[in-house]
């Protein structure tokens, strides 16, 4: 079985351009998050889609920050205009909601985006 | 606020020893899980040990337990018998509002074992 993919794995992309980046979870999994980890911090939660529907996006840091997953399948989350700021790794994980692995989330290996 | 904190930026170890990973935890909720997950360089994240909070006994995962202290908001990870492979980023989370479910995390420790 697939594990959560990611794409791209990395991106650079200078000040003002736009981003969007990836996120294919696992088959079947109905929850997805995204989180990002900038340099030196902590990983932080951004959203979570149940399905298509956005479950919570307290962690969304502002309106250039646009998340979508149409069909409740991959995910997409752009960066429209990217800053400075933005730079750091965005993972994403995808969870069930029931079974014997309900509640455990696994990640993507990440996509790190370096904006100069 | 929720927080999770892990005060030890780096831990090393000698091959074949036993480590233990801090982590403390903040929360005003009963119930709630806690994880470690274990980032490898280059890798994904995978989740080494989950404790459920009303649960007493600690897990144990093969090499891998917790003690889970509730009282004191303690959650650490104790690594048996330490191979090279055991080298990576650990990162302490937990699940912390009732019916909430993402994850808060620690800052992480990079976790180097000597041979």
């Known amino acids: 079985e697939a594990g959560v993919t990611q794409f791209p794995s990395h991106s650079v992309i200078e000040k003002g351009q736009t981003v969007t980046l990836r996120c294919d979870p696992i088959?079947?999994?109905?929850?997805l998050y995204w989180y990002r980890r900038v340099m030196g911090k902590e990983i932080k939660f951004l959203l979570h889609?149940?399905?298509?529907?956005?479950?919570?996006e307290s962690g969304m840091p502002n309106n250039r920050f646009l998340a979508e997953r149409t069909g409740g399948t991959y995910s997409t989350l752009k960066v429209q205009p990217a800053e400075l700021e933005d730079s750091g790794v965005y993972f994403c994980?995808?969870?069930?909601?029931?079974?014997?692995?309900?509640?455990?989330?696994?990640f993507g290996p990440g996509t790190r985006l370096t904006v100069l | 606020a929720q927080t999770v904190t892990q005060s030890q930026p780096e831990m090393s170890v000698q091959e074949a020893e036993t480590v233990t990973l801090s982590c403390t935890y903040d929360?005003?909720?009963?119930?709630?899980?806690l994880f470690w997950y274990k980032q490898p360089p280059s890798r994904q994240m995978i989740l080494v040990i989950r404790?459920?909070?009303?649960?007493?006994q600690n897990a144990t995962e093969n090499r891998f337990s917790v003690n889970f202290q509730k009282a004191a908001k303690s959650f650490s990870l104790k690594i048996s018998d330490s191979q090279l492979g055991d080298a990576a980023m650990y990162f302490c989370?937990?699940?912390?509002?009732?019916?909430?479910?993402?994850?808060?995390f620690g800052q992480g420790t990079r976790l180097t074992i000597n041979p």
């Open positions: 994980a995808s969870s069930q909601d029931q079974g014997p692995f309900y509640n455990e989330q696994f």
């Open positions: 088959s079947g999994h109905d929850n």
């Open positions: 889609f149940v399905k298509e529907s956005k479950q919570d």
């Open positions: 929360t005003s909720e009963s119930d709630y899980y």
């Open positions: 404790q459920e909070a009303y649960k007493q």
């Open positions: 989370a937990a699940h912390l509002l009732q019916g909430a479910q993402k994850l808060v």
